[in-house]
Structures are given as structure tokens and as C-alpha cells.
């Protein structure tokens, strides 16, 4: 096999444990406050950028749009989301969070993130910023390939 192939076979199974390894602690970490991780991701986005279209929401949390309804119902049987009519548009429902949804993820979003950044403690500050906007870089070029 060309050195060339060898290097990106090699990256993509490497970025692919890695991932592997670190969404597992995330997802424990969500589950020990009854949360899926998708659960976890839509009371995170919300908490942080506001009420917002169901499909903005998919986009954010990258689930289908039948699994962020199913997230979306979930979490607004407990109390924690609330999903209302759009002003501008009837067809688009707006996902908000509850008080009891943002006392929530208020409370368990810092040690949360503590727990991603020890995971992510094999690189420096500084390297995890380069590997960002490697990734950045090589998921860009990966989409518009895509599309040709």
C-alpha cells in the first residue's frame, strides 16, 4: 500500500478510537444524571446559545431529525424542555429550556466539562487548540469532497 494511503488509514483509525475513548467518558459522565449524551447535547445547546428550531438543534447535537424529537420528547416528559410554535412559522417548533431544565444542566455542565478536559489532558492546552484546527481543516475538506 502507497505510504500515502498507509498515513490516512492510519489517522482515521487513530481519530476514530480517540473518539471512541472520549465520548465514553462523556457519555458516563451524562449517564450518572440519567441523561443520554443526545440528551445531554440538547439541554448543553440550549443552555449556552438559547431557544432554537428543533432543526438547529439536530444540527448542533449531529442526531437525525426523528432522534431529536424522540431527545426532545424525552427530556419535555421530565420537565426539562418545553417545545413552542415559532412566531414566524408554524411548521418550526421552538426548543427551550425549562427552569428546572437550566437549573440542571447549570449545575452538572462544569464538572461535565472538567471531566472532558482530564480526557483530554494527553495534550497540552496549546496542542489541543493545533489538533482543533487540524481536525477543523481536515473535516472541511472531507465535506466539500463529499459534495463533488
Known amino acids: 500500500m502507497p505510504r500515502r494511503y498507509s498515513a490516512a488509514l492510519r489517522l482515521w483509525v487513530r481519530l476514530a478510537r480517540a ?3 472520549i465520548e465514553a467518558v ?8 440519567g441523561l443520554t449524551l443526545a440528551e445531554f447535547g ?3 445547546a440550549l443552555y449556552h446559545l438559547g431557544p432554537m428550531p428543533l432543526g438547529e438543534v439536530q444540527r448542533r447535537i449531529l442526531v437525525s431529525s426523528g432522534g431529536v424529537t424522540y431527545v426532545a420528547d ?3 416528559s421530565r420537565g426539562l424542555v418545553r ?21 440542571l444542566i447549570g449545575r452538572i455542565f462544569p464538572e461535565h466539562a472538567g471531566r472532558l478536559e482530564e480526557a483530554m ?17 481536515l473535516g472541511r ?8
Not at 462523556?26 to 444524571?33: E, I, N, S, T
Not at 475538506?141 to 463533488?148: C, D, H, I, L, W
Open 121 to 137: 489532558a494527553g495534550l497540552t492546552p496549546k496542542e489541543q487548540e493545533r489538533a482543533a484546527t487540524l481536525i477543523r481543516r
Open 42 to 44: 440538547m439541554l448543553e
Open 74 to 76: 424525552s427530556l419535555e
Open 83 to 103: 417545545r413552542e410554535p415559532s412566531d414566524r412559522d408554524r411548521r418550526i417548533r421552538i426548543a427551550a429550556l425549562t427552569d428546572e431544565g437550566r437549573a
Open 141 to 148: 475538506r472531507a465535506a466539500s469532497s463529499e459534495e463533488e
Open 26 to 33: 462523556a457519555a458516563r459522565d451524562a449517564a450518572r444524571h
Open 19 to 21: 473518539f471512541r475513548a
